[in-house]
């Protein structure tokens, strides 16, 4: 939950700043972005969504080229060396089976289930940061050649 909640905050901030170089947001500016992020389905396009807003590239290429994030990945989570879509590994092993615990009831994960699923948390979290340190970067960058 944590994650998802970190997801909305960011896009809406970044929707905030963005709007910020024209002008203040006003109530209908944020009702705007609510209505369009209840509008995106499911965790993956969340994900190329905020990663696109922050970055200007969809989750998986961003994290390609990310040497040090991915890495941190594959050591947290050494199966993740064996997909193709870092996205989907996180949906499958985080948001799958929080899913399984949340929607179904399903309480009969292991210890190392949740450890698991914990570092994937916090490695999503770094990742997560690395876009908006990423986003931040680029605002100074364009302000600073003003």
């Known amino acids: 939950m944590a994650i998802e909640c970190d997801l909305a ?19 209908a500016d944020e009702e705007a972005w609510e209505t369009e992020w209840r509008k995106i389905l499911g965790v993956a396009p ?16 961003f994290l390609s080229q990310d040497r040090r994030l991915l890495q941190s990945l594959h050591t947290c989570c050494p199966a993740s060396t064996a997909v193709a879509s870092p996205k989907e590994f996180f949906i499958k092993e985080l948001f799958h089976k929080r ?12 210890k190392a ?34």
């Open 9 to 27: 905050y960011l896009f809406m901030k970044w929707n905030r700043v963005e709007l910020m170089a024209t002008r203040d947001p006003n109530e």
């Open 46 to 61: 969340r994900l190329d969504k905020v990663s696109s807003l922050l970055t200007g590239k969809p989750f998986d290429l």
């Open 99 to 110: 899913n399984k615990v949340v929607h179904f009831g399903e309480i009969n994960l292991q």
């Open 113 to 146: 289930d949740a450890e698991m699923c914990l570092r994937l948390a916090t490695t999503l979290t770094q990742i997560l940061r690395a876009m908006d340190a990423e986003s931040c970067r680029a605002l100074d960058a364009k302000h600073s050649s003003r």
